[in-house]
């Protein structure tokens, strides 16, 4: 069993900035990637930003330049900077996270609750 939990959401005016944190904990024998996705009311979940264990990145065209993901692997955990926020930004941000127990070879993926991120005036 892993649990992924995220927080840092809330409220923000546009141009400002919000830092987003995952921590994924339980039976973990290593961790392949961990994302950040988003889905507004009404819209499709959408990739905003992922990291491989290799350290690769990869973002949305929407917030290149705006946001940076990171890592810090001896804590399990994520994070998502999110710089020049815009309304259109508006969304739950998911924390997704694929694991490798012990004893198997394929990954398993799991998500977080979401964190509600707001942005307006």
């Known amino acids: 069993q892993v649990q992924v939990v995220e927080s840092g959401g809330g409220l923000v005016q546009p141009g400002g900035s919000l830092r987003l944190s995952c921590e994924a904990s339980?039976?973990?024998?290593?961790?392949?990637?961990m994302g950040w996705y988003r889905q507004a009311p009404g819209k499709q979940r959408e990739l905003v930003a992922a990291?491989?264990?290799?350290?690769?990145?990869n973002y949305t065209d929407s917030v290149k330049g705006r946001f940076t993901i990171s890592r810090d692997n001896a804590k399990n955990q994520v994070y998502l900077q999110m710089n020049s926020l815009e309304p259109e930004d508006t969304a739950v941000y998911y924390c997704?996270?694929?694991?490798?127990?012990?004893?198997?070879?394929?990954?398993?993926?799991?998500w977080g609750q979401g964190t509600q991120v707001t942005v307006s005036s």
């Open positions: 997704n996270v694929e694991v490798r127990h012990r004893f198997y070879t394929r990954s398993f993926s799991y």
């Open positions: 990291v491989t264990s290799g350290s690769s990145t």
């Open positions: 339980g039976s973990i024998f290593s961790i392949n990637a």
